[in-house]
Every structure is written in structure tokens, then in C-alpha cells.
């Protein structure tokens, strides 16, 4: 990870300097200040510390990080703020508020001696995201130590990382929740690579297949760099420095203000692509007698887990062995192409036969912990997109690493563009995660300039993500607000306009 380590732990500091870009820091010490000063008024005492994790933009590798392949994302500005005071009492209780008191209601609950905390994923109640940090923290912990016992807190939220817009919200606000409850539980340095193992495994509480690529984004970055993270043969994270240009790589941020939220739509969106890579894998696995081991994806087998299956079996020639990583991936894209040659689908039925066990036992492993509404599972399609995905993150990440010569400035930026642009399509067009909405907005900012544009996050409404000329961001801007903003929403407001769109710059990773 350069200079940084995965296991170093999460940085503390005194100094916004050290978080926020400077033009931010007057209006982000202005949050700081109100919101210890709405503690102080909400519970009569200053808060011990504050925890903090951002959200982030993924630029490439949609929809792959629970296949564990790799993906290229970077944290934003915004963020989840929590200020925790905590004491000891008999019986350890959390009381726990948001600034935003109007939407988000205040809520108490009883944390057992033992550390239990019932969580009831299917109501969608924003205090979950803090017991799911709260259950994760006190697992680790306890594990370490049986005896520790847990504290009474006051807590206090404040977060702008736009609910449903593809940002990831929620793993900002797990992730916080989990740095603060482990720093008010065992007062000593955080390692980052334990936070996001913990906060991958807590998100999953609430409801949601969550792959890794959002919390690792949260924890482990670094202002001024993207972060490649790799979740195979184990979690691991290299940050990656963009190269100078002419004009400068700059990505901008666009909200389609349709909500996405996953954890409400995952049994027919999010988790039901989770449950479809899945299958493909045991499908593909099955057919070739292949023996599929156990990993650490969402249901415990994975596309990658059935590339290594296959590239370490009787396939295995002296010619593979040769093979680079694209090669190997391109290969897999014709072994999807054979062995699920069905672009209709496949039935519960079918999949079950051919996996050898009856339906209900296919329910049961594999849309039981987190329910899906399908009758047919487009294997073919999501396997090709995560394959080919894989291969489009190798290449970006390769240009990234290779500086192009003084006159290959333009060509570095368009073949960047290019595959975020392939990427889009696949989501639109195989993945089947886009909207009207989203192709758009894409549409509309590559007429205006933009190298490359795609969706980013889930999808299915949420935010796109453009890389755009410095020269072209005004264009790009105002041909969203001409063409979109002011069409879609006639009485916007100019401060939901500014909202709208933000041309971003890499930012830091979780912080006390």
C-alpha cells in the first residue's frame, strides 16, 4: 500500500487540515463545532472523541467485489461524523440521536452482558447501521477478551453523504460506528485492516451482501489517491497516485436524485446479483467437476473461487500456467459463453438439478440469510460482467501505473474514458443495474466533453461518475442543469443544484 500499511492503524488527529481540503475547512470546522455543541445540549457533557469515515465514488470494477475481484475506488469529502461520550453503569445502554432529528428519531436499546444485540434487518431503521457496528466491535473485542464487558454511550450523529446516491452511506455510517465503539471499548489504536474486516461482516447484519469494496474505500484511503483493493487470496489494498496530466484527471459526481436504496430493493436488485454470481459459480463448478472451496464472499463461493478452482485442476496445462491475469480472465469469459449458453435463464429447478440437491435445499443455502424474488437467474449475463469487469479493471489500473509521454496525455485520458464507458454499457446492457436516469446523465456529459462516464454503486438510480478535461467542467455542469436538472426538476433550487454535482478530488480515509 506505498508508503501505507493495511495494518497501521487509523490515523487520530487534533486538525481538520490533516481530513478536509482547504476551501472545505470553514464550513467543516462550522459542522465540527455544532455538532460537539448539540452533544453537550442533547446530553449535558462534552463528547470523548468523534469518529470519522467517508463515503466514496467507485471509478471502476461495478459489482465485482463480492465475486472478490478486485476494484478501483476512491473516498470523497463527505461523510459520517459520530461524537460518543461513554460511562459505566449496570446495565450498558445506548442512547443515540442525529442532528437531523426531524428524519432520523432518537432511539435507545440495551446492550447485554454478553455482548447480544438482536438486530431486525428487515425494518429499515437507521439505528441499525450503528447496532450492526456495535454487534462487530463487541464480537472482536470479546473474542480477544471474554471479560470485557460492554459501556453505557451517548451518541450522536451527524452525516452528508447523500442517502440512496450510490455513494455508500451506509458503510460510512457502519464504519464509523465500529471505530467509535471500538475506541470507546478498548481505548488503543484501531488497525484499518481490522475495521474493515469488522465492518464488512457488521454491514452484512443489516440485510445487505456486502462485498468489501465500500468499507475498504472508507478505511483505507489516503487524500490525493485512488485505492485498489484485492480481496484475494486475502484483503488487501495498494493506493494507487493518478498521473500528472495535461489537462489534469479530474472526475466529477453527478446525483440522478432517484433513490437506490439497496437494503429496501436488494431482494429483487443488489442481493439478488449476489445470489445469481453465486450460482453461476456452482453452476459453472458442477458441470466441470470442479471442487468449489469455501472463501470469504458474502455466501462462501465466488466466480474468483471458481477461476481458481479451474486454473488449478485438470484445465491446468503448462500453456495457462503462462497465462497472465487478463489472459486467464479473458479465457473465462469462453468458459461463461459454454457452460451457460441459456440467455433466457435458469429455473430453481434447473440449477438445483445440476447442482444435485432439491429446491427447497437451494433456498435454503442460498436465499434464506438474504431473501431474493426471481423465477429465472441470469447467470450468463452477470458471470460475463463480472469477467469482463476484472479484465477492464486490470487495464485502467495498468494505465494508471504506466506515465504516458509528454504528447500521450489526450490518449492516456480517452482510453481511461473508454473503459468507463465499456463499463457502463455492460451495467446497463448485462448487468442490467442502470436506469433511464443514469444512461442520461452519461449521455449527456460525454457530449459535452467527458472522456468516459458510467454509474457508480449499485446503481439502479444513485450517482454517476465522470472523468472530465479540467476545460470541460463548466461545460459538463451546465449542460446537466440545462438538459436534466432543470427538465426532470423545474422548481430546483440553486442549492440543490450545487448538491447535485461535485467535481471531486480522492479523499481521506477514516479518522478519530
Not at 470494477?61 to 463527505?78: C, T
Not at 454478553?114 to 431503521?125: Q, R
Not at 498521473?243 to 436488494?266: C, G
Request: proline share 5%.
Amino acid at each position: 500500500m506505498s508508503s501505507h500499511s493495511i495494518h497501521e492503524p487509523v490515523p487520530i488527529t487534533k486538525s481538520l487540515d490533516f481530513v478536509y481540503e482547504a476551501a472545505s475547512l470553514p464550513s467543516q470546522h462550522k459542522r465540527w463545532d455544532a455538532l460537539r455543541s448539540r452533544f453537550s445540549s442533547l446530553y449535558g457533557k462534552e463528547p470523548d472523541f468523534i469518529s470519522r469515515s467517508p463515503g466514496r465514488v467507485n471509478i471502476i470494477g461495478e459489482h465485482i467485489d463480492y465475486s472478490l475481484y478486485e476494484v478501483l475506488p476512491m473516498a470523497i469529502e463527505a461523510d459520517v461524523i459520530i461524537a460518543i461520550a461513554t460511562s459505566a453503569a449496570p446495565e450498558a445502554k445506548v442512547s443515540i440521536s442525529n442532528v437531523n432529528s426531524q428524519k432520523f428519531k432518537s432511539n435507545e436499546f440495551i446492550i447485554s452482558a454478553n455482548g447480544e444485540l438482536d438486530i431486525d434487518a428487515s425494518t429499515h431503521e437507521w439505528t441499525n447501521y450503528f447496532k450492526a457496528g456495535v454487534k462487530g466491535a463487541l464480537g472482536l473485542i470479546k473474542a480477544g477478551d471474554a471479560s470485557v464487558t460492554p459501556r453505557s454511550m451517548s451518541v450522536l450523529v451527524d452525516g452528508n453523504v447523500p442517502s440512496g446516491g450510490g455513494l455508500s452511506s451506509s458503510a460510512a455510517f457502519v464504519c464509523a460506528s465500529a471505530l467509535a465503539v471500538l475506541h470507546a471499548i478498548r481505548p488503543e489504536p484501531v488497525s484499518k485492516k481490522e475495521l474493515v474486516e469488522l465492518a464488512i461482516v457488521s454491514e452484512r447484519a443489516v440485510g445487505v451482501n456486502s462485498g468489501g469494496m465500500d468499507q475498504a474505500a472508507s478505511v483505507f484511503s489516503v487524500r490525493g489517491d485512488a485505492v485498489s483493493v484485492a480481496f484475494s487470496p486475502e484483503l488487501h489494498a495498494e493506493l494507487i497516485a493518478f498521473p500528472k496530466t495535461e489537462p489534469p484527471i479530474t472526475f466529477m459526481i453527478a446525483q440522478s436524485f432517484v433513490a437506490a436504496d439497496k437494503h429496501v430493493t436488494a431482494p429483487e436488485c443488489y442481493n439478488l446479483r449476489v445470489v445469481e454470481c453465486t450460482l453461476a459459480a456452482k453452476f459453472i463448478a458442477s458441470r466441470l467437476h470442479l471442487n468449489l472451496e469455501s472463501d470469504s464472499s458474502s455466501l462462501g463461493q465466488s466466480l474468483r473461487g471458481l477461476q481458481n478452482a479451474y486454473y488449478t485442476s485438470r484445465f491446468a496445462t503448462p500453456e495457462t500456467s503462462n497465462w497472465n491475469e487478463e489472459e486467464r480472465l479473458n479465457h473465462m469469459v469462453e468458459v461463461v459463453r459454454k457452460m451457460l449458453s441459456d440467455e433466457s435463464g435458469y429455473t430453481r429447478d434447473t440449477i438445483a438439478a445440476v447442482l444435485g440437491i432439491e429446491v427447497p435445499e437451494l433456498e435454503q443455502r442460498y436465499m434464506t440469510k438474504f431473501p431474493v424474488r426471481a423465477s429465472n437467474f441470469m447467470l450468463r449475463q452477470r458471470a460475463l460482467h463480472v469477467f469482463q469487469e476484472a479484465i477492464r479493471v486490470t487495464r485502467f489500473k495498468a494505465l494508471l501505473k504506466t506515465p504516458p509521454p509528454e504528447d500521450g496525455h489526450d490518449d492516456l485520458l480517452r482510453r481511461l474514458g473508454a473503459l468507463m464507458n465499456e463499463t457502463q454499457t455492460s451495467c446497463r446492457e448485462v448487468y442490467e443495474c442502470s436506469c433511464p436516469e443514469l444512461d442520461e446523465l452519461c449521455t449527456i456529459a460525454r457530449e459535452a466533453g467527458a472522456y468516459g462516464s458510467r454509474l457508480t454503486g449499485a446503481g439502479w438510480g444513485g450517482c454517476t461518475v465522470h472523468l472530465v478535461p479540467m476545460g470541460k467542467v463548466d461545460d459538463v455542469r451546465k449542460a446537466w442543469e440545462e438538459k436534466y436538472y432543470r427538465v426532470k426538476f423545474p422548481d430546483i433550487g440553486e442549492e440543490k443544484l450545487v448538491e447535485a454535482v461535485v467535481a471531486s478530488k480522492p479523499g481521506q480515509g477514516s479518522v478519530m
